[in-house]
């Protein structure tokens, strides 16, 4: 099971920390991935780290504002977002990844607004 | 950045269609790295695909996955009332991942 937590409302510029909590498997086995999807718009993929934060990765739109790391010792993975943008606003999902995203969270809703 | 594009953009079917969904990629994509996902409204998305034809643990038969190089389809044999959703490809080889557009199944 994944719970993903940390939305809100924010203010353009503003920052927001993410959390996603894992349960029933075996969460340090596992890379992790962020996608976040627009009110009425497709999925787009924002970060994914490694299963020891060896590696990480993210899209254009969010690189150098936003941050992903992971505590396998608390069964989370986080997203520090960082000078959110409006068009920031989305439920943003965490997912596990191993072939494809194969389990997913229920999201959590970010809404960047003045 | 490989763009993936979904055809049709809507899809007006019938219980008990066969619907067939395309995904066609700008440059050739690895087929170990193609998926398809189920998403209903309000619902996180679901894994159908992985490796373009694999089906996901759960996933009924009647939901299949071909293609390789550009082209790739999901083909669903018998549409069931709860398939009517939207279904999005991905490409998670090379950075940065991508997902097509989204193809609507919707009732005739």
């Known amino acids: 099971q994944l719970v993903e937590s940390g939305g809100g409302l924010v203010k353009p510029g503003g920052s927001l920390r993410l959390s996603c909590a894992a349960s029933?498997?075996?969460?340090?086995?596992?890379?992790m991935t962020w996608v976040r999807q627009a009110p009425g718009k497709g999925l787009q993929w924002v970060s994914t780290?490694?299963?020891?934060?060896?590696?990480?990765d993210y899209a254009d739109s969010v690189e150098g504002r936003f941050t992903i790391s992971r505590d396998n010792a608390e069964n989370s993975v986080y997203l520090q977002m960082n000078s959110l943008r409006v068009d920031d606003t989305a439920v943003y999902y965490c997912?596990?990844?191993?072939?494809?995203?194969?389990?997913w969270g229920r999201g959590t809703l970010v809404s960047v607004s003045s | 950045e490989i763009v993936l594009t979904q055809s049709p953009g809507t899809h007006s079917l019938s219980p008990g269609d066969r619907a067939t969904l395309s995904c066609r990629a700008s440059?050739?994509?690895?087929?170990?790295?193609l998926a398809w996902y189920q998403q209903k409204p309000g619902q996180a998305p679901r894994l159908l695909i992985y490796g373009a034809s694999r089906r996901a643990a759960g996933i009924p038969d009647r939901f299949s996955g071909s293609g390789s190089g550009t082209d790739f389809t999901l083909t669903i044999s018998r549409l069931e009332p709860e398939d009517f959703a939207v279904y999005y490809c991905h490409h998670y080889g090379s950075s940065p991942w991508t997902f097509g557009q989204g193809t609507k199944v919707e009732i005739k």
């Open positions: 440059q050739s994509v690895s087929s170990s790295f």
């Open positions: 997912a596990r990844t191993l072939r494809g995203l194969d389990h």
């Open positions: 780290i490694g299963s020891s934060s060896n590696s990480a």
């Open positions: 029933g498997f075996s969460f340090s086995s596992f890379t």
